[in-house]
């Protein structure tokens, strides 16, 4: 088991170096969705590790690693490449916080005690972010129709997107070195109980729609942004508190 989950965390890794590559070479649709599917190998490979009966330092060290390279490294670049032509200061800064904020939540996830994170994870998970960040570009690369009331900007539009992006970036900093509990799947597992293994073909079926009407991007971006804002207040009712 703990063979095939370095397996899987390793093909993590090449996906996020993968996307560096892609995003170097201006390929950015390529990019993001490398990102994306680094997000899904590590969720497989998290899943086959809870499955060993003794768990592995090498694994959750190796994970984290990758993490940095795959959530991290990989959506900065990404950013940074899409939307700059030529360098800029305040991005370079505040894409270089994002990958701090990101060693530094994933540095307290390896020295946090097992019985903290029974049900959740302290700060975003670096996974998250880094997909919430490549559906974000992947929505405007696509140029995807995304709903935006009347009365706020265009905040896809060439003007805002630098802006939008850099806020992002900022929340999304945050939210990883901060308090905040978020969802993880075990605390899933409880709150859906025998209902867990709906979650798959319902989330399967969500992404088939979301091709179906070419808008993949907002499809993965919203599912994201549900885990982002919902899954708080969830870890709070199931912790009683």
């Known amino acids: 088991m703990n063979l095939l989950a370095n397996i899987l965390t390793n093909l993590s890794l090449f996906c996020g170096f993968i996307s560096i590559i892609l995003s170097l070479e201006r390929h950015f649709t390529f990019a993001a969705w490398a990102i994306i599917i680094s997000v899904i190998f590590d ?37 940074y490449v899409f939307i700059y032509d030529h360098f800029h200061v305040i991005a370079a800064l505040l894409l270089f916080s994002y990958l701090l904020c990101s060693v530094l939540r994933l540095a307290k996830y390896n020295i946090t005690a097992k019985e903290e994170l029974a ?24 140029k995807e129709d995304m709903f935006i009331p009347p009365f706020l900007p265009d905040i896809l539009s060439p003007q805002f997107m630098p802006i939008t992006f850099l806020l992002l970036v900022l929340i999304l900093s945050f939210l990883m070195v901060s308090r905040v509990r978020y969802l993880n799947l075990d605390g899933l597992k409880k709150i859906l109980g025998k209902h867990i293994k709906l979650t798959v073909p319902i989330f399967l079926i969500l992404l088939i729609l979301a091709g179906l009407t070419q808008k993949f991007g907002i499809g993965l971006f919203t599912l994201f942004l549900i885990y982002l804002i919902f899954s708080p207040f969830v870890v709070k009712r199931l912790n009683g508190s």
Request: hydrophobic share 45%.
């Open 119 to 142: 049900n959740c994870f302290i700060g975003l998970p670096t996974t998250a972010s880094g997909g919430i960040l490549a559906s974000f570009l992947l929505i405007y690369r696509r």
């Open 43 to 79: 969720g497989i490979d998290g899943q086959i590790a809870r499955r060993n009966p003794i768990p592995s330092a090498f694994g959750k060290e190796l994970d984290s690693l990758v993490d940095v390279v795959a959530f991290g490294i990989a959506p900065s670049v990404l950013g």
